[in-house]
């Protein structure tokens, strides 16, 4: 016959028993805070983020450049324009490029109106 031995734990693993028990019986009726979730409904106004101002030389495009162009170049370069799918002058994204790529680009423009495009060709950040 056999005999049936008990085993024996050491005080080791019995504290390590004790305490997993105790953990679990004092955090089971723990409430955990959740966050509440965004509301999925649609975003009524303009995606625009509210920390990052607008680069000053984009606004100086939509202050002095855009209305100097449009009034200039108008109506080619603007909406519906026979040049406006290459080349489109309300983007300051697409005229900062073509300033940048094409020598060109002012040879339309005259005196103050040529200036003006050049100082704000000097503020534009390297690539």
Same mark, same amino acid.
């Given at each position: ?6 085993? &024996? ?25 959740? =966050?509440? &979730?965004?509301?999925?409904? *649609? ?9 990052? *101002?607008?680069? =000053? ?13 449009a009034e200039r170049c108008t109506p080619c370069h603007q909406p519906g324009g026979v040049m406006y799918g290459r ?8 005229? =900062?490029? =073509?300033?940048?790529? &094409?020598?060109?680009?002012?040879? &339309? ?19």
């Open positions: 016959m056999r005999r049936h031995r008990r085993h &024996r734990r050491g005080p080791v693993a019995t504290v390590l028993a004790v305490s997993a028990v105790a953990a679990l019986a004092c955090g089971a009726n723990r409430r955990v805070a959740v =966050a509440p &979730r965004p509301d999925p409904s *649609p975003v009524t106004g303009p995606a625009v983020p509210m920390s990052m *101002p607008e680069p =000053a030389w984009k606004a100086a495009f939509e202050s002095t450049i855009r209305p100097m162009l080349l489109p002058f309300d983007d300051a994204r697409t005229v =900062a490029d =073509a300033a940048r790529d &094409r020598p060109g680009f002012l040879r &339309r423009l005259k005196g103050a109106d040529h200036e003006a495009v050049e100082a704000w060709i000097a503020t534009l950040p390297a690539r």
